[in-house]
């Protein structure tokens, strides 16, 4: 619930307008809050939707995109097989609880930069990166035929007006996400830049380089209604005069990047990410995990090679997402501790890209 404060002083002109006391998170209780925002949002088989708000003491916001696979079919989205999470059930155990987590939520460690800000986590349940807004049945007859709610965008959407009614004229916009959480801080950032101008915003997509086959891309992708996202006020990515088919997630982040000059946009992964790997193999891509890395270089590359304010950093090995990790501070590519790297890229400084040199070992 919002605090609106009145000014009703001794003559005051009735006639005034009612003006609102700027707003910061007032309304939280300490430790994780579960917010139920209703309306339109639901889960991808009808369960509600909800978030989870933990109050800061800084004027920084923190906004999470959370991860959790992808579906697409009666197989990847039945309930036998399914590659993707389909329910918020876990904001129940957090609420209430300050939760010292790792990484970017270790709160006692005095190296995160993010230890005092408020944290908004967006979950996901819907399978279609936080960007769709359709209905989906897949599959026919009693035994194969699902209905699959892909309204992540409609979801991540209701969180972002929530955040802007709670919180006013925050100095810094820290949005990120793991995974399928990483598609929704890119497309997302442009909605919190027309409602935050002059805030600092800086993204960093984890482990979301978005490598997929021409054929899904063409045949599949559609199905989630994904241009619900689209940020229509960037010409080339308005849905109303551009076609999807021309607005490859290295494209998305290239004009949103060069849209806004002023901001800082980024990527994390690995070399031969397993999970990433996994997914471009379900979706038809070669049996090599070359195939996708190959892919993954050309399209970090490609927005960093068109743009000047993105960075990317390329670690060895195969391990999937970053920013809940410990690992965070601690890990390592050609030389380049991630932190000091992110760090540069979190004051101000964009740094050099950082590609690994013994990449299927570091």
């Not at 619930?1 to 005034?16: N, P, R, Y």
């Not at 009808?46 to 999470?64: L, M, P, Q, Y």
């Not at 290239?254 to 800082?264: D, L």
Request: hydrophobic share 35%.
């Amino acid at each position: 619930m919002l605090f609106f404060i009145f000014q009703m002083g001794c003559g005051t002109d009735s006639t005034e307008e009612t003006k609102k006391e700027p707003v910061f998170g007032e309304s939280l209780e300490e430790g994780w809050n579960k917010i139920e925002p209703g309306g339109e949002t639901i889960c991808s088989r009808g369960d509600d939707f909800a978030f989870a708000v933990r109050k800061g003491t800084s004027k920084n916001i923190v906004i999470d995109f959370v991860g959790g696979g992808g579906c697409w079919d009666e197989f990847t989205c039945g309930f036998a097989d399914a590659t993707f999470t389909d329910n918020v059930d876990w904001i129940d155990d957090i609420v209430g609880v300050p939760i010292e987590g790792n990484g970017i939520y270790d709160i006692n460690n005095a190296q995160n930069p993010f230890k005092d800000d408020h944290h908004v986590m967006i979950p996901y349940c819907t399978g279609d990166v936080h960007w769709g807004n359709s209905t989906m049945v897949y599959g026919e007859g009693t035994d194969d035929e699902v209905t699959i709610n892909h309204k992540g965008g409609v979801n991540a959407k209701a969180v972002l007006e929530w955040v802007f009614e709670n919180y006013d004229n925050p100095e810094r916009v820290f949005i990120t996400g793991c995974s399928a959480g990483a598609y929704g801080s890119i497309m997302w950032s442009p909605k919190v830049l027309e409602n935050y101008p002059s805030t600092n915003l800086i993204q960093f997509g984890d482990s979301g380089a978005g490598i997929v086959t021409d054929s899904w891309f063409q045949d599949t992708f559609p199905a989630w209604n994904p241009e619900y996202s689209f940020p229509a006020h960037i010409p080339s990515l308005d849905p109303a005069t551009n076609n999807l088919a021309d607005q490859s997630p290295e494209y998305v982040y290239t004009e949103i990047a060069n849209f806004y000059p002023n901001h800082r946009f980024s990527q994390f992964n690995t070399y031969a990410d397993e999970v990433q790997v996994f997914y471009y193999q379900m979706i038809g891509g070669g049996e090599s995990p070359q195939e996708w890395t190959d892919k993954m270089l050309d399209s970090t590359n490609y927005i960093y090679s068109n743009t000047n304010n993105f960075s990317h950093y390329v670690a060895g090995g195969d391990r999937h997402c970053i920013i809940g990790s410990d690992d965070f501070y601690t890990l390592q590519s050609s030389g380049t501790l991630l932190f000091d790297w992110f760090e540069n890229f979190r004051v101000g400084e964009l740094p050099a890209e950082v590609i690994c040199t013994d990449c299927e070992t570091e």
